[in-house]
């Protein structure tokens, strides 16, 4: 790789690694930030120089690569690209759906209960490694859910609010197998309302929301 490749780096986590804690201990972000999140930008910073793509951003990559079939450099971009929103969807200080997120939430699910039992359902569900993820198409909340590498930002029209990692190296340290606790406490004490209120206003309001930090 020469000086002169652009390359993307490992965006820090926005909080230490045992300000989750006991929800997340600091064990699982250094293993899961540092190890398993690096890997995939380190790879896919392989496969950019070794095939000369132009580097403007990890979500054209990311696209790019999915419409090519290009599943190596799609399946690394994507995984940093989660993995980073996945970081900022999580918040050490308690947070709660407010204002117009919230009256979104009222209107699609009934409450933000019932949106809890959806999202849980939804990863719980899930069979396999992926994603659960609450997004907004068409100003409409959705909660759906990724196999592997999949996210929403593959069609147009779809803003993600919130995600929360199901693969099993995410909860395994603390939850073992247990995933409807995994889901059910972080729905409950890490979900980052004040991040999904900005990226549901975005998508509203036509703006552009959360992206991959530039390649340097």
Known sequence: MTDQTPTFELPPLPYGHADLAPALSEETLQVHHGKHHARYVTVLNGFIADKGLTATSIEQVTKDAHAK??????????????HAF???????????PAGALLDAINAAFGS????????????????????????VRAGKLEVVSTHDAGLPILEDGVTALLACDVWEHAYYIDYRQDRPTWLGNWFDKLANWDFA???????????????????K
């Open 69 to 82: 079939g290009d599943k190596p450099v799609f399946n690394n971009a994507a995984q940093a690209w989660n």
């Open 86 to 96: 996945f970081w900022e969807s999580m918040s050490p200080k308690a947070t709660a």
């Open 197 to 215: 209120a900005r990226q549901f206003a975005a998508a509203i309001e036509g703006g552009e929301g959360w992206r991959y930090p530039a390649p």
């Open 112 to 135: 933000v209960e019932e949106l809890k039992k959806r999202f849980v359902a939804e990863g719980v569900g899930h069979f396999g490694s992926g994603w659960a993820w609450l997004i």
